[in-house]
């Protein structure tokens, strides 16, 4: 499992792709790159799930708390590519009402 | 570097008058290391995945809620004590799964545990650890005590 970050050039938005779990032992990972991005200015955020296996309790967590973090600095953290299992946890949470959530990655990119 | 982990697995015949059912049981004891959790939760799915449960169950389900408790047992429960350990113990049978998870913690009182999709809540960055064990299981049982946990999934 890994975190991998890069910066679309064209639009400022930097996507961080998380490959196989999101969950209790690698959370803090995914906060020290986000947060490493938002010191050096970064706004404009999405969280790419095409590659994810499962999210737990502790990954929703930090996604909320990075989101706030973003919010505070004038910009929004999107997530893409949620498959129907992941997207449930989602919604059983009601997570989905404080998220937005494209379908795609390109499309989260371009909502900017 | 961790210790690798133990699996034992027994297979039998439930005895009669239901002689003809395989009850499939998987048991691992785990140090409290949040580092050996995802590795817990793929052993134990596999083998659920191996004694006939839903591709579906065993890839989402079953991983969702085994890393809830295991995480909830070796943060609430051991509080991170190294030198404590938590039991895990799958039970696959015709009828269920069944998932049981103990810890070495005082226990805690499940009722205790609040709403997080309440609107003053949903912002909070944990408490829906238990919430989603309760979601995507059909029964959920602790012991008195409060520091073993059994998640129930039917099969029919």
Known sequence: ?112 | MTAPLRLVVRRREVVPPEATRLRVEISVRVPTNLDVVEETVDLVARHCLASGISPRAARFIVRVALCEALANAMQYGNQLDPAKRVDVRAQVDDSSLELHVRDEGKGFDPSSIPDPTDPTRIGLDQGRGLFLIRQLMDEVRFNARGNAICMIMRRT
Do not use: C, P, W
Not at chain 1, 60 to 88: F, H, I, P, Q, Y
């Open chain 1, 1 to 112: 499992m890994s975190f991998t970050v890069r910066r679309d050039e064209a639009t400022g938005v930097t996507i961080v792709g998380v490959d196989g779990q999101l969950i209790v032992g690698n959370r803090h990972d995914l906060k020290k790159k986000v947060l490493e991005a938002v010191e050096a200015g970064e706004t404009k955020f999405v969280i790419d799930f095409a590659a994810t296996g499962y999210i737990d309790s502790s990954g929703l967590g930090v996604l909320v708390s990075l989101a706030k973090k973003v919010r505070e600095t004038g910009g929004e953290l999107r997530l893409a590519a949620l498959n129907a299992d992941l997207r449930t946890l989602f919604e059983l949470t009601k997570l989905d009402n404080l998220f937005t959530i494209a379908d795609s990655t390109e499309e989260a990119v371009a909502a900017f």
